[in-house]
Nanobody
Framework: VQLQASGGGLVQVGGYLRLSCEASGATFRSYTVAWFRQVPGKEREFVTSIRWSGGNTYYTNSVKGRFTISRDNRGNTVYLQMNSLKPEDTAVYYC??????????????????WGQGTQVTVSS
């Protein structure tokens, strides 16, 4: 599965962006798809995930109520709607796909397909 992340950009504090993660070579239908983010010098951190079968979602506490992960009906694209953006949301955002068990959805090592990353910059 090849993943293509897009939608990043420069936005002011309080603004919004929608990221997309598109799959090619296969669909997402048997996977969990997640978004991670990384800033220079820090570990890649979990943001959110969606299990295609059942639609279960998980969010890291810092984005709850502001970010929403969703999927399309075709099985090819996952979206990350990011509202009320803060400077601390600035990072490179990566989408990933895998089949983690529930207790491992936040673990980047549980995902084996990764997109190339898209830069999100929130200016104050």
């Amino acid at each position: 599965v090849q993943l293509q992340a897009s939608g990043g950009g420069l936005v002011q504090v309080g603004g919004y962006l929608r990221l997309s993660c598109e799959a090619s070579g296969a669909t997402f239908r048997s996977y969990t798809v997640a978004w991670f983010r990384q800033v220079p010098g820090k570990e890649r951190e979990f943001v959110t995930s969606i299990r295609w079968s059942g639609g279960n979602t998980y969010y890291t506490n810092s984005v709850k109520g502001r970010f929403t992960i969703s999927r399309d009906n075709r099985g090819n694209t996952v979206y990350l709607q990011m509202n009320s953006l803060k400077p601390e949301d600035t990072a490179v955002y990566y989408c990933a796909a895998g089949r983690p068990i529930t207790s491992s959805v936040t673990n980047k090592d549980a995902y084996y397909y990764w997109g190339q990353g898209t830069q999100v910059t929130v200016s104050s």
